[in-house]
């Protein structure tokens, strides 16, 4: 009878000391299996410099973007660059600069009165929209921009600051300040 008492008591003490183990790194309670995956060279990171992540880059320049070379031929302007400040430490702060004519540039979009925050293609995307049919020019007076301006990206005229610099595919550069 010791005979199979005793194997049987070694091998439930093995398994009750390692069940019992205090190593931080064993989860005894996993929610979710995580299984990593083995990653190729050409996996896809958040500073990934290839075309088919341009659009995710943290810095929001985007280089040799075909379909937005097109888009760009279409805009007056090569360089946007909008600021609006509200009260409550509210703004609306956007950012487009054409790089090249082949498909090079820099989009920044940062909305804390909606809670937005976009950058490279999505942000390039979301102000071509705004700013393809956006009707001024070197002559059109600084008041008519402004509402413009406010008109196309759905902003309230309460503002405290607006500071507007842009600059128009022939080379003109406009620059306007606002204080309320």
Known sequence: MKKVYLPLLGITLIFSLSACSNDPS?????????????????????????????????????????????????????????EVQYANDQDFDIEYEQGSNNGDYEAKMEDTINDRKLKGMEAFNTIYTQLKD???????????????????????????????????????????????
């Open 134 to 180: 956006l009707a001024i020019d070197a002559n059109t007076p600084k008041a008519d921009v402004i509402q413009k301006v406010l008109q196309r990206f759905n902003l309230s005229d309460n503002y405290r600051t607006l500071e507007l610099e842009y600059t128009f595919k022939d080379g003109t550069k406009m620059e306007i300040k606002d204080n309320k």
């Open 26 to 82: 064993v989860d005894n309670n996993p929610k979710e299996q995580v299984v990593p995956t083995q990653q190729s060279e050409n996996a896809n990171t958040p500073d990934d410099n290839s075309k088919d992540n341009s659009g995710n880059k943290s810095v929001g320049t985007v280089t040799d973007d075909n379909n937005a070379t097109n888009k760009m031929q279409e805009l007056n302007f090569s360089k946007f660059d909008l």
